[in-house]
Structures are given as structure tokens and as C-alpha cells.
């Protein structure tokens, strides 16, 4: 079996060194109450890359993983079973607490793959944090970053599925163009190539009343110089400041004096705040999914050894929809 540890604490941006790839026996048997899971389909996000500042150098990296039950003495998990579980970066585990595993949802013909992305914790993400917290009303304009990813990629469709007008901002042309031609998502552009300033005033002279904002730094201090009266902001992530050294990081400025005139509501959002609320999230996004409203993506890495080429990417936008690897 194969596990990646952290090998040195990510100093900005993670490179590969400071993964290291450990291969271990598998156990000889399972004892009773226990089972044995091998993974199926691995997550990456970019919420590991925080999240490992509190492992220890050798700690196994976290993350979620669906498995199969490939041994079990436990009658609730036989063999063969497919389950969720934050299991980390392993390859294969042997689970003496059984209370760490979910059995997946039902999500009909689909790939179990999704329940670590559109059906899972990033589709959850763009389901409560667009919807409670940006409150979006048919008409308005929202605008969304990051928006060929995992989450973003699904609040902008919702807010379509919401009759809103879409301005989406992402990092290549391919992107640009899955979101305008096959999203519909109305006004799209490259944030590599523009000054956002000068794009928002000519092109978006009405203004915006919703940003979901995946990226945060500087492009969200010109964002909120544009929002309207009233408007709702949802602060979901900041991947442009994840890799900055704390030393280094943005202190400011905000532009205080718009929130106070406009009158406008930021909020910071947690995904896993609205966990007990799952199913109902799940069953919509489902629903939404099959009658062909929302369209997901799925970029796979093929093979366990390549996680942190899969999770590296994420802050290359190698990524188009959900980042996965199949083991
Ligand atoms: P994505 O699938 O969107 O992958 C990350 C993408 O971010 C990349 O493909 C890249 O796209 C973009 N990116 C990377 N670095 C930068 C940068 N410096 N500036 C601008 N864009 C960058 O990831 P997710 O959809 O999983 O996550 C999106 C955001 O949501 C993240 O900030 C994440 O932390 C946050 N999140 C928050 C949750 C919560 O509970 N609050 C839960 C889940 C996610 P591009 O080519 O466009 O640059």
C-alpha cells in the first residue's frame, strides 16, 4: 500500500518535494469490527493546502477518498461496499472505527466520482455559500472567479438556473470558452490578459449585486468597488493569497468607505457549517444534474502516484471543473 506524507512544510507555493510517497505492507488480516479500503477515486482541493500547516512533517496529507471494501469483518461494510471517507492520501487503509465511514449517497448511473465534486463537499460549497449567503434575485448580476473550477464552475449555473446575468472571470482561453459556449455564462474573461478596473466599467457599467468570490487579493478590492447598492458578497476562498507567506500577506486595502455607502453584506462562508443539511443540498444539485441544467466537468489524473501532480495543478489552473484522480 502507498501513502504520501508531507515530507517539509510548504514554503509559498508547494512543489513536489515536500510530498513523499511511502510504500508499507498491507496488513495480514482484518480483525473483527474492521475492514480493509482501497481507493477508488481521490480528491484534490485547495483547501489542503492551509489545512496541512497543522499536520507535522511525516503526517499522512488529509483528504477525502472514495473506497472500496476490498476485506471486511464488519456485517454494516461488507466486502465490496463503496464508501466516503477522510481517510487521507493512502492508498489503502485498514479502518478499526468503522464510525469514520460513510456509505456513498445514491446518486443513480453516475460516476461515484462526483460525490467528491458537483455532488459533494465543492457542489455543497456552491450550493449554500451562493444561495444563503448571496441571496441572488432573477436580474441580477453576479459575478463569480475561479469560475471554470470546481465550485465556480457550479455557482455560475446556478445563478443562470436563477435568472441572473453571469460575469465570470477565469485563466485560459479553453476555459473562457467552455464557460461562454457550452455554460452560457454571458460575460467571460481571461484575468490574465485585462485590467479589471477598466473591464468592469465598460462592460459591466450597471454594476454587480452578487460576487462569489473564489480568489480574494487585489481582484477583490476592484470587485467591491463595483458592487451595487446593497449588494451581497459570499467570501468563499482566497487561492490567490494561499501560497503568499503569512510575512507577505494582504493586510489591505479594502475599500471600506463602498461597503459603508452601498450598504453591502460581506460574508465569509465554511461549507462544512452546512453539512447537516447534505442531502437536501445533494438532491437538488441531482436533480439539476439529470435534467440537464447543470453540466459538470471532471479533470482526472490517472494513477495514486500522481496526487500531488493533480494537487500541485490546482494552483497552475490545470484544472477545468473538478480536479479528481483515479487510483
Ligand atoms: P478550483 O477547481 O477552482 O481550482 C482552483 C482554480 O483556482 C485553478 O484552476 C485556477 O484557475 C484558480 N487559481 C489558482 N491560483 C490562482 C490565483 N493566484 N489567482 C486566481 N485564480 C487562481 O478549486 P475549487 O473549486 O475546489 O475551490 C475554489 C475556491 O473555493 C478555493 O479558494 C477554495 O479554497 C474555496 N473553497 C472554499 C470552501 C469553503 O467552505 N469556504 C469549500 C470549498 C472550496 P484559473 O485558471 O482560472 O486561474
Given at each position: 500500500s502507498k501513502k504520501f506524507v508531507l515530507a517539509k512544510h510548504f514554503?509559498?507555493?508547494?512543489?513536489?518535494?515536500?510530498i513523499k510517497l511511502v510504500t508499507e505492507e498491507l496488513p495480514d488480516e482484518v480483525n473483527d469490527g474492521e475492514v480493509l479500503c482501497e481507493a477508488v477515486w481521490l480528491t484534490v482541493d485547495p483547501y489542503m493546502r492551509i489545512y496541512t500547516a497543522s499536520l507535522s512533517e511525516g503526517d499522512v496529507i488529509i483528504g477525502e477518498q472514495v473506497a472500496r471494501v476490498i476485506a471486511s469483518k464488519n456485517p454494516?461494510?461488507?466486502?465490496?461496499?463503496?464508501?466516503?471517507?477522510?481517510?487521507g492520501w493512502k492508498s489503502h487503509a485498514l479502518v478499526k472505527d468503522v464510525s469514520v465511514l460513510r456509505k456513498v449517497p445514491d446518486i443513480e448511473d453516475l460516476?461515484?466520482?462526483?460525490?467528491?465534486?458537483?455532488?459533494g463537499m465543492p457542489g455543497l460549497t456552491a450550493y449554500f455559500g451562493f444561495l444563503e449567503k448571496c441571496q441572488p434575485k432573477s436580474g441580477e448580476t453576479v459575478l463569480v472567479n475561479a469560475a471554470a473550477g470546481a465550485v465556480g464552475s457550479i455557482v455560475g449555473q446556478i445563478a443562470k438556473i436563477k435568472g441572473c446575468k453571469v460575469v465570470a472571470f477565469a485563466?485560459?482561453?479553453?476555459?473562457?470558452?467552455?464557460?461562454?459556449?457550452?455554460?452560457?455564462?454571458?460575460?467571460?474573461?481571461?484575468?490574465?490578459?485585462?485590467?479589471?478596473?477598466?473591464?468592469?466599467?465598460?462592460?459591466?457599467?450597471?454594476?454587480?449585486?452578487?460576487?462569489?468570490?473564489n480568489v480574494g487579493g487585489d481582484f477583490?478590492?476592484?470587485?467591491?468597488?463595483?458592487?451595487?447598492?446593497?449588494?451581497?458578497?459570499?467570501?468563499?476562498g482566497c487561492i490567490?493569497?494561499?501560497?503568499?507567506?503569512a510575512e507577505k500577506?494582504?493586510?489591505?486595502?479594502?475599500?471600506?468607505?463602498r461597503i459603508l455607502i452601498k450598504e453591502l453584506s460581506v460574508f465569509g462562508f465554511i461549507v462544512w457549517k452546512y453539512f447537516d443539511r447534505a442531502d437536501e443540498g445533494r438532491k437538488?444539485?441531482?436533480?439539476?444534474?439529470k435534467s440537464g441544467k447543470l453540466i459538470y466537468k471532471e479533470t482526472i489524473t490517472e494513477g495514486f502516484e500522481n496526487m500531488p501532480k493533480a494537487f500541485l495543478g490546482l494552483f497552475e489552473g490545470s484544472n477545468i471543473g473538478k480536479a479528481i484522480v483515479k487510483a
Open positions: 514554503a509559498g507555493k508547494p512543489s513536489s518535494d515536500d454494516k461494510f461488507p466486502e465490496g461496499t463503496h464508501v466516503i471517507a477522510r481517510l460516476s461515484l466520482s462526483l460525490t467528491l465534486g458537483s455532488l485563466g485560459t482561453e479553453e476555459k473562457c470558452s467552455w464557460l461562454k459556449n457550452e455554460l452560457g455564462f454571458d460575460q467571460v474573461f481571461n484575468y490574465k490578459n485585462i485590467d479589471l478596473d477598466k473591464v468592469l466599467s465598460s462592460s459591466v457599467p450597471d454594476g454587480i449585486d452578487c460576487y462569489f468570490d477583490s478590492s476592484v470587485v467591491l468597488n463595483h458592487m451595487n447598492s446593497y449588494g451581497r458578497v459570499c467570501v468563499c490567490s493569497e494561499y501560497n503568499v507567506p500577506a494582504l493586510k489591505g486595502p479594502y475599500p471600506f468607505k437538488q444539485l441531482l436533480e439539476w444534474i
